[in-house]
């Protein structure tokens, strides 16, 4: 270095600062980068919060219910008592809400329509009911209290305003009159929505609930169970434990890997033209979603089982072996009881995934529309995902809440499946 | 599980059947324990195995025969009887379409099982040979069932006659038991390959059909898709309606919003993850992230239908408004029409369910790089964002690919948001606004409700399957390959 020394300190100085910008912009560039992670964070859990904020907002409306109790005359003259069935019961509540109001009905009807569009169906076939049970009450006063119509029910709970104009609202402004009326009288309660969960599907959206849909669900997920876990689990410790390592258990293994990337509607294809086609297993059953659903989680159960194996020691088997048990025996009596706390999270957590697939079971006719609780696995029987997906497609307002309280429901049951399997795995996983 | 109802009693009776077996295999257990007891002295110490191995040795025999003949009895009579059925048809239907038939039989053998018929009112001749059908139905029906049930006992009582005279102290009956078990074992774990064939075999047998009808070119590359037209029995399918390129484009495009949407947040996660967070910062948002993962995607349709759709919607119309009149006139108007249903609000909600996906694969593979790289580049003074971008990222890249590569093949296969949000029109575009629909949504459409296996409207449906079926395994054996490969290196 020949150069003098007051430049050679100017030139370090100048480094100097060169290299401390340069420093704060690498720093800077650090701190960038560590908030676009942060920032990706905190997008992926905002999308989850808002998810269910949305839907604990559109479904928590569900839970409550307005119902009305009517004090209806059973005029003899007109009912016909031989015929039960075709008596118009609808009209005769209609008339009590109007004589309620301190209307009366025109000679065209036109106000008891109105009426009815307010009053669920089910006060009818609670006359019905009770007429039946008891044919001495006609010519008697009676109280039945029932649910509001949708759209009545859907003005309480503010979803009908009466601002909007009146040709875009469901309700006109006499009727929304009435319900003002009644609700001054007295005569609307409010209360939680029993009927949601011990009713099934319906075409009237106050009397539709998710009964039908759970029984369905756990029928279906009973079939996979017992499919699945003991196929899978038995498939695992064949190629962990005995399978000889060559080219076929290669196969067995590619093919499994493969098999849980399959999307699942092929396999709705392969539950129509396989068990439906081929082997005529009855549609839209429990049975048939099972078996679809089985074959489903078979390779995520086969997986788990062969991971949690793999975790138990060799010592394990080695000691077993070395004081005279056999292969079979070693496995049974020690691996495998060892390695169950896995097996079952792992066969819990593909049941909560089956629990909640929808499409394949699209396929196989599960859309099909089941007012009743089914009463045999062979069955037409619908399931929770799939009576969201009906109701979601439904064109009433009222049903869109309920999709949503549906969906609440759907949610709880995977979270219990999967508390259950957090709290086997936190309980009795072993490390070794 | 009786797979064709044969109404209560009779499936009253299959399981009494049932429990006797299960029963009287449990009484031969306890016979074969006894004998070989028996013929040690008394003692377990004489015997070969434990006294246990004898009996499970003679119950199985006695069992599982027997068992395995009703299963195949109640999965496959129903069929059976059918076959019996209809091998001669009665003069009285010859003249009657293949429906008809059908309907026919399916009436005789409702009648056989006492359950109501269909509403056809069948007269003359014609309900005579319904009526005689009948009873020739439930005669057949009766038939394979007690013979089901006496070649059940016989080979209940061969079992137990060829087992139970080999019982000694001598006779290994652990090793007969334990070659059981492995066979079971290995039975099991060919299920997993049957599956597979059995998905390519109907995938292949039904698209085959289809292909007869519309040729695969013509499938392939058409850019004309509405399946609808060919239903008409007078116009059986090539009426140009299966050209499946503008499902395939629509695939693609809701496929590469979705990307977008979970390439970059996913791998961003799970770059903080992996690098920056703490072990509290973990331990919560990997369960939550679970928890995104766990959500159905019928919940996401849910979402992406009634939220995100109408909020997209108005979003788009409000921008339109403002544009209109000014100097982008033309998009403002196009803007302001812009419907719920687009493949921009079906990507950005795929990509929201795929977020989970990609973040938590990834964040394996960043992991699974050595610590020794990260701390050769912390000690020449790199930060710890150049090591991540030069030396972590390079390193994992391929692994990462592979992640990508699984993503894009969910997306592909996803079905329920699609369906929800996507919409029904086959249009050829790239216009993330428009209307699209996707190889799922059309198998979905064209299978649910009534079917007609005959018509290419519902085959076309598993030539879509069979697209879809290749696709996503080829995505995915590239995909695993990639990843394992990967590990392998630094293992």
Not at chain 1, 28 to 54: D, K, P
Not at chain 1, 95 to 103: C, F, R
Not at chain 1, 263 to 277: A, D, E, H, M, T
Not at chain 2, 432 to 459: A, N, R
Request: net charge neutral; charged share 15%.
């Amino acid at each position: 270095m020949t150069e003098a020394a007051i430049p050679v300190s100017a030139d370090k100085a100048k480094a100097q600062s060169a290299f401390e910008k340069r420093l704060k912009a690498r720093h800077a560039t650090e701190q960038r980068f560590r908030f676009y992670g942060l920032m990706a964070i905190v997008i992926a859990l905002s999308f989850l919060a808002i998810l269910l904020t949305r839907i604990v907002t559109q479904g928590v409306s569900t839970f409550t219910v307005h119902s009305v109790a009517i004090e209806v005359p059973l005029d003899p003259a007109r009912i016909d008592r031989t015929n039960l069935e075709g008596t118009n019961f609808d009209i005769m509540v209609a008339d009590a809400v109007l004589a309620k109001l301190g209307e009366k009905d025109d000679d065209f009807g036109t106000k008891s329509e109105k009426v009815k569009d307010l009053i669920s169906p089910d006060f009818g076939f609670q006359l019905l009911n009770m007429i039946k049970a008891n044919p001495a009450i006609i010519g008697k006063t009676v109280s039945v209290s029932g649910p509001l119509r949708a759209n009545a029910d859907l003005y309480f709970k503010g979803e009908i305003k009466r601002s909007t104009p009146e040709e875009e609202r469901k309700l006109d402004n006499q009727q929304i009159d009435w319900l003002t009326k009644l609700n001054a009288s007295g005569a609307v309660k409010t209360g939680f929505n029993v009927a949601f969960f011990t009713k099934s599907d319906s075409t009237e959206p106050e009397q539709a609930g998710v009964l039908g849909a759970v029984v369905g669900s756990a029928m279906m997920l009973m079939v996979t169970a017992l499919l699945a876990v003991p196929i899978g689990v038995m498939a695992a410790v064949y190629l962990e434990e005995f399978a000889p390592k060559g080219r076929w258990t290669d196969i067995i293994e590619v093919n499994i890997n493969n098999l849980a990337a399959v999307p699942s509607i092929v396999y709705g294809l392969l539950g129509l033209g396989l068990f439906i086609n081929a082997l005529g297993v009855p549609r839209s059953s429990p049975l048939l979603g099972g078996l679809v659903l089985a074959l489903m989680a078979l390779p995520t159960v086969i997986i788990a089982t062969r991971s949690s194996l793999k975790a138990v020691p060799p010592s394990i088997r080695e000691a077993a072996l070395g004081v005279g048990a056999s292969r079979s025996q070693a496995v049974f009596h020690h691996v495998l009881p060892l390695a169950m706390p896995g097996v079952m999270t792992g066969s819990i957590l593909a049941l909560a995934h089956a629990l909640g697939e929808t499409a394949p079971l699209l396929m196989i006719g599960m859309v099909s529309f089941v007012p009743g609780v089914p009463a045999a696995f062979t069955e037409a029987a619908t399931v929770l995902p799939v009576q969201v997906f009906i109701w979601e497609n439904a064109s009433e307002r009222a049903f869109h809440e309920r999709t949503a309280a549906a969906i609440m429901v759907l949610l709880v049951f995977m979270i219990l499946m999967n508390a259950v399997a957090i709290i086997l795995r936190r309980r009795f996983e072993r490390r070794w | 599980m009786p797979f064709n109802p044969d109404g209560r009693q009779a499936d009253m009776l299959i399981w009494i059947v049932f429990f006797a077996l299960a029963a009287f295999s449990g009484l031969t257990y306890w016979l074969g324990r006894r004998k070989a007891l028996a013929s040690a002295g008394g003692s377990a110490a004489g015997l070969h195995s434990l006294p246990n191995y004898y009996g499970t040795y003679v119950a199985l025999w006695v069992a599982v025969p027997a068992a395995l003949l009703l299963f195949l009895s109640v999965s496959f009579g129903g069929r059976f009887e059918h076959a019996l059925l209809v091998a001669k048809a009665p003069v009285a239907i010859t003249g009657m379409s293949v429906e008809q038939k059908q309907l026919f039989y399916r009436d005789a053998e409702a009648m056989a099982e006492g359950k109501q018929a269909s509403e056809v009112i069948y007269e003359g001749p014609v309900k005579a040979a319904l009526t005689q059908k009948s009873l020739e139905a439930k005669g057949y029906r009766d038939k394979i069932r007690m013979g089901t049930f006496a070649l059940m006992g016989v080979l209940a009582l061969a079992g137990l006659l060829l087992t139970y005279p080999r019982i000694n102290a001598k006779f290994w009956a652990r090793n007969r038991v334990e070659s059981w078990i492995s066979n079971v074992l290995m039975i099991c774990s060919i299920v997993a390959v049957v599956t597979t064939l059995g998905i390519i075999l109907s995938l292949v047998w039904e698209s085959a059909r289809f292909f007869q009808t519309v040729s695969p070119g013509e499938f392939l590359l058409g850019t004309h898709w509405s399946p609808q037209i060919g239903m008409r029995d007078d116009q059986v399918g090539s009426s140009g309606g299966f050209g499946a390129l503008p499902l395939f484009a629509g695939t693609f495009l809701v496929m590469l919003i979705a990307m977008l949407v979970a390439g970059p947040v996913g791998l961003f996660s799970a770059i903080y993850l992996a690098e920056y967070a703490g072990p509290t910062a973990r331990a919560v948002c990997k369960p939550l992230l679970e928890v995104l993962a766990g959500v159905p995607t019928v919940v996401y349709g849910f979402f992406a239908a009634l939220t995100v759709g109408p909020l997209f919607r108005e979003g788009f119309n409000a921008l339109g408004l403002m544009l209109i009149n000014g100097q982008f006139h033309d998009l403002g108007l196009y803007l302001s029409q812009v419907q719920n249903q687009m493949a921009l609000v079906a990507g950005a909600v795929m990509g929201i369910m795929l977020i989970p996906f990609v973040s938590s694969l990834s964040d394996d593979i960043i992991n699974s790089v050595p610590q020794a790289l990260r701390d050769g580049s912390y000690a020449m003074g790199a930060t710890k964002s150049e090591t991540v971008k030069n030396v972590v990222l390079p390193a994992a890249l391929p692994g990462i690919a592979g992640a990508f590569l699984l993503a894009i093949s969910r997306a592909v296969g996803e079905t329920m948001i699609v369906t929800m949000a996507a919409g029904l029109q086959a249009k050829l575009t790239l216009n993330p606004l428009e209307t699209v629909t996707t190889v799922t949504v059309q198998i979905v459409t064209l299978l649910t409700g009534d079917q007609e296996f005959d018509s290419p409207k519902t085959l076309s449906a598993f030539a879509l399957g069979l697209t879809l079926f290749v696709v996503t395994l080829l995505l995915n054996i590239i995909a695993l390959r990639i990843v394992q490969k990967y590990r392998e290196q630094y293992d």
